[in-house]
């Protein structure tokens, strides 16, 4: 490693160890947990979360017990953190892992990015925060770290020129800091990049908005996301109450009423058996006799 970017990773180091967040994921180094913590805080804010990952952990508590999971039950989980396709992805890679990999998780990355939804970032979480092993976790508070210190007055920087740096930067094995008392591993380098760079964005503007990859998120009030989230939370509820099913046309009448009061234009039944037609061919529902079932 160069000694500018040792010196980078020596005083990174000392300042996210010293904004440390004690955060209940961070407790544990079973791959499963890690995983899910992973998938969850994808776009989701760490308050969301806490909480809700215990809740999962505690209705799911291993791979095998949620691969075995009914889909309706596994999404019925999720409501409220966002993304439905994460929680499907989420128990068709425990239902692989339960099959081809006895029940553990791999630590191998390209059998890790063989997994429904896991990516490099998520590839890279798992092998770090459960086995202390390096890799490139690029992820948006990773990337503002690097990008405040290493960029500072760079624009559009692609993530090209940041994965080198990442990985030179990542410590093969413990490594000592003077100031810390925790060796610098994996695991404890990549929590202090996540401390320092949420820190970063409260403190200074967001370094991320001067990444290429850096991409303002779509509105969800009144678009066609939070229709599709509505359509599956309203199955979700047809199925609770032990009713039939439901049909296009009472979905255009819920959405319609949710959009009415928001001020905007109502939904005809076309555009509902749409929503649901989409949602059938990504495996969120099904149709039998006209009635439209989680």
């Not at 500018?4 to 407790?27: I, K």
């Not at 799911?60 to 953190?81: K, N, Y």
């Amino acid at each position: 490693m160069s000694p500018d970017l040792e010196a980078f990773r020596t005083r990174v180091y000392l300042r996210g160890y010293e904004l440390y967040r004690d955060l209940p994921w961070r407790d544990t180094r079973d791959p499963y947990a890690v995983w899910v913590s992973e998938a969850m805080l994808q776009q989701t804010q760490v308050a969301r979360v806490d909480g809700r990952w215990q809740r999962w952990l505690e209705r799911f508590p291993t791979v095998e017990a949620l691969a075995h999971a009914a889909p309706v039950d596994v999404l019925d989980e999720w409501q409220g953190l966002g993304y439905n396709r994460r929680a499907l992805a989420l128990r068709n890679a425990a239902e692989v892992v339960t099959r081809d990999h006895a029940g553990t998780m791999p630590t191998d990355e390209a059998e890790l990015r063989a997994l429904p939804g896991i990516g490099p970032a998520t590839a890279a979480g798992i092998r770090a925060f459960a086995y202390d092993l390096p890799g490139v976790y690029l992820e948006t508070n990773v990337r503002s770290v690097f990008l405040h210190e290493l960029f500072p007055d760079a624009e559009d920087v692609p993530d090209s020129a940041l994965r080198r740096l990442v990985a030179e930067a990542c410590p093969e094995t413990a490594v000592d800091v003077a100031g810390a008392d925790v060796p610098c591993t994996p695991r404890s380098w990549y929590y202090a990049l996540l401390d320092y760079g949420y820190h970063l964005k409260q403190t200074v503007p967001n370094p991320s908005r001067r990444s290429r990859s850096n991409a303002r998120q779509s509105r969800f009030e009144g678009s066609h996301r939070q229709k599709r989230a509505a359509a599956v939370r309203l199955m979700l509820d047809a199925h609770a109450a032990g009713e039939a099913g439901v049909t296009p046309q009472a979905l255009a009448a819920a959405l319609s009423e949710s959009e009415t009061r928001a001020g905007r234009g109502p939904v005809d039944e076309a555009y509902a058996s749409k929503i649901l037609a989409e949602l059938a061919s990504e495996g969120f529902c099904h149709e039998t006799d006209g009635l439209w079932h989680v």
